[in-house]
């Protein structure tokens, strides 16, 4: 009963077209933001902070830009984990040889060439689909690889390729303390989560999802595949490009081009399809799922008794059989199971 609609009547098209139309959504969402900013940072411990909230924080960010591009236009990637050493990178490159620029600036320019390095290696996409674009995309994950690694410009000169950031600060504020850093990756998500909830719900959104469906149809009707294609590619890149730069420089802070190899990849492909594809909630929980799964599990295997080795064989062992069971019992991902319960939750406790 507490989560019926009764009474609640849209009088205007603004109200109707609300990302959060009923109301008891809204306090949920303000309610948990509220929480998640000015409680979680003074109850947890350093150890939660450093080892599951701030990689979760940015691994949704990273989910989130992935999902736009695979799950609301269809279009298969293999080179995230690319797009994230881009955006670090870049950032690194922009921070240290512009002398005074802000991390703010640098972060979101990482971002943005981010976005060019998606956008070119996107452009196979307007001829191959399926299988073979994500062969394509494989390509500049084992592209950005060597580059990072072989040229040493983009390093400042660094033999190993290792670069390492220190000193972060937002308008005078350090960055330093696990809670500075938690809060800065939280403002980042809840801005870029409500830029791309509303860009799915705009036209450009529908046009990816018609892309998505039915690209011959998308095309009859006058969307352009070109342009919907690349914009997808573009704003997934950006906002992955981001993520790795939060990545390297708030989570990581010293890092190297195998901090984001073809494992972050898949990790991330993982999180979109096990979250939901098509669904911003979905690249939460899926990336809830990956990071925070592991770590329960490594910490129940050594309670119980095992050996170390052989609890961390373990932890893989019950990991994918999660996963494959998740998959075969709700293939949509649990952002379904989600949209299931409050189905349930809008009629309960009656039975039609």
């Not at 240290?96 to 060439?113: D, F, H, Q, T």
């Not at 980042?188 to 018609?210: D, H, T």
């Not at 998308?218 to 919907?228: K, M, N, Q």
């Not at 990849?265 to 594809?277: E, H, Q, W, Y």
């Amino acid at each position: 009963m507490l989560y019926r609609e009764n009474g609640q009547f849209k009088t205007s098209y603004r109200a109707d077209q609300q990302i959060f139309p009923i109301l008891q959504d809204r306090l949920a969402i303000g309610l948990l933001l509220a929480f998640a900013a000015f409680v979680v940072p003074f109850v947890a411990p350093e150890y939660l902070f450093r080892a599951i909230l701030i990689p979760f924080l940015i691994m949704s960010l990273a989910a989130l830009g992935l999902n736009i591009l695979v799950g609301y236009c269809g279009q298969i990637s293999l080179g995230t984990g690319a797009f994230m050493a881009v955006g670090a990178y870049a950032a690194y490159n922009f921070s240290v040889r512009i002398e005074g620029m802000p991390l703010i600036a640098s972060l979101l320019l990482g971002g943005v060439c981010a976005t060019g390095v998606g956008v070119l290696f996107g452009i196979p996409s307007l001829r191959i689909k399926g299988l073979y674009l994500a062969v394509a995309t494989l390509a500049a994950q084992f592209f950005v690889d060597w580059a990072f690694l072989r040229i040493k410009w983009f390093t400042n000169d660094s033999s190993s390729g290792s670069v390492s950031v220190a000193g972060l600060n937002v308008l005078g504020l350090p960055i330093e303390t696990p809670v500075q850093k938690y809060l800065l990756c939280l403002a980042f998500l809840v801005v870029f989560g409500v830029l791309a909830k509303n860009l799915v719900r705009s036209n450009i959104g529908r046009e990816w999802m018609a892309m998505r469906d039915m690209d011959v149809a998308a095309a009859v009707i006058g969307i352009r595949p070109v342009y919907a294609k690349l914009t997808a590619f573009a704003v997934s890149s950006f906002i992955v490009g981001v993520a790795g730069a939060l990545w390297g420089f708030v989570h990581l802070g010293s890092w190297e081009p195998a901090a984001f190899n073809l494992n972050r990849s898949f990790d991330l492909l993982f999180m979109v399809i096990i979250g939901g594809l098509g669904s911003i909630m979905g690249s939460f929980f899926g990336a809830a799922f990956i990071i925070i799964l592991p770590i329960v599990l490594d910490n129940l295997t050594v309670a119980l008794g095992f050996d170390t080795a052989l609890a961390s064989h373990l932890t893989f062992m019950v990991f994918g059989a999660l996963i494959v069971f998740f998959l075969i019992v709700e293939p949509h991902g649990l952002a379904r199971l989600w949209s299931i319960g409050k189905e349930k939750l809008r009629l309960w406790p009656f039975p039609h």
